[in-house]
């Protein structure tokens, strides 16, 4: 089967001072997605920040940065609503009101690194009706083996429609570790048909990634995950993530999804 890649070009926590190379601006951001579309890349997970270069859930930026990248390549747009730890869960919601094709839905409450991700369940689940609402397939974001179980509560619930698409996490401080074991736990206990990737933050992402690529999931690549190329060496942008992702692929013998064959299996026509 051929495999998804997406680009997470930004993040909610590095800053230019961690990797001079993070796009922050609109215009820096439309140049990293494009990039990583003629790399390969079908999706783009976008964070976006303020002038001042923080997490920012403003309309007006996410507006202006969709539009500068739809002028540049046809990727499909998928928003954060995971946003950054300091924003609160009424402006992150929002951010689906623009419609892009796609959004993360993060079903669970968790200690994130040295704060606080707050998802409670209650919006939660109002988030998740209004992406049913207004057609804006969810991305799951799983920490935690009780996450795949909260999703699955929703989906019985009516507020999800299959095929379900999860990203499996590994490497958050306060979600599951990046080890194998526990992504092969976690891929086990996915339901029949369930669409997935990795993703893997830091040290153990070209390792995890490809596993996963192994595996059959799909792959997320980008300065959101990984700051570095190697030990040591900070990867210069982007693209060289991307392409390291699509490499892996290749080198598995799995090609890699057009933006048609990606809209069709994560069912964005429907
Ligand atoms: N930063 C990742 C660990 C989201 O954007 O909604 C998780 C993430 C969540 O990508
Ligand atoms: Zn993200």
Redesign the pocket.
Known sequence: MTAIITV?PT???ATKADNPGLPTQPEEIAAAVKDGYEAGAAIA?L?LRDEHDRPTADLGIARRTMDLIAERCPILIQL????GRSVPFEEREALVELRPRMA?L?PCSMS?ADGEFRNPPHAVRRLALRMRELGVKPEL?I?DTGHLDACLRLLDEGLLAEPLQF?I?LG?RGGMAATPQNLMTMVDRLPEGAVWQV?A?GRANLQLTTIGLALGGNARAGL??SLYLRKGELAPGNEPLVRRAVRAAHALDRSVADIDQTAARLGLNA
């Open positions: 997470a993040g909610p926590i997970h964070h954060s609503t995971g946003v993360t993060n994130f974001e920490y990203s996490v958050v993703i933050i959101e995950d």
